[in-house]
């Protein structure tokens, strides 16, 4: 039987990775191709996140000790049942919603960004941190002012670009760690 070295391994496993990035590159240029699409998605997964956790709030409750701690995770597991729910069941209106938290959380990072780089102007490269402040003020400004028709685009988009970006790093990450294993393999022989 034919014994698989390390450096074998490596190799299959960075190409596993490397095909991993690549399927994340195409799935985020559908996701932008398709943003509403995408949105649904991501809504429907955050939606059964929900549900599951309401499931998880009531298991717990007939595990509780006390009558009014059981009371209380019961009553807390089925709003969580409820609300997501009702996200499965209106899939735009958890979009809708998304969008408008996405879009405060854009607006309140921006804002502590530019903080901070007034906290640490006198750093070297700190001038990054107040344009990633200003970027993302823009954009939370942006997906805000135009809420809720930005819901068609948004979440959508910005899951795309985040794949496409996650996937590059993945395939980047692993060319670099196929390479390696090359050079090794060739200083050992």
């Known amino acids: 039987m ?7 391994t490596v190799r299959k496993a960075s190409t596993v990775s ?3 990035g690549v ?3 195409v799935f985020g240029m ?3 191709g398709l943003p509403l699409l995408a949105a649904v998605a991501v809504s429907a997964l955050v939606a059964w996140l929900i549900v599951l956790a309401g499931v998880v709030h009531l298991m717990l409750a007939f595990r509780a000790h006390g009558a009014g701690s059981r009371i209380w995770k019961a009553l807390v597991g089925i709003a969580y049942l409820c609300f997501g729910g009702y996200l ?3 899939p735009l209106l958890g979009v809708a919603s998304l969008t408008l938290v996405l879009a405060s959380l854009f607006l ?3 804002i502590l960004d530019i903080v901070l780089y007034v906290k640490m102007r006198s750093i070297g490269g700190s001038a990054w941190v107040l344009i990633d402040g200003i970027v993302t003020l823009l954009l939370g400004l942006l997906i805000y002012m135009q809420w809720p028709s930005s819901s068609l685009w948004a979440i959508g988009t910005l899951v795309g670009i985040s794949m496409i970006f996650s996937g590059a790093a993945r395939v980047m ?4 760690v196929h390479q390696g294993a090359d050079d090794v393999s060739r200083l050992a022989a």
């Open 2 to 8: 034919a014994q698989i070295t390390p450096m074998e």
């Open 18 to 20: 490397a095909l991993w």
């Open 23 to 25: 399927l994340l590159i």
């Open 30 to 32: 559908v996701a932008i």
């Open 88 to 90: 499965i069941v209106r």
């Open 108 to 110: 309140v990072e921006g």
């Open 173 to 176: 990450m692993s060319l670099v």
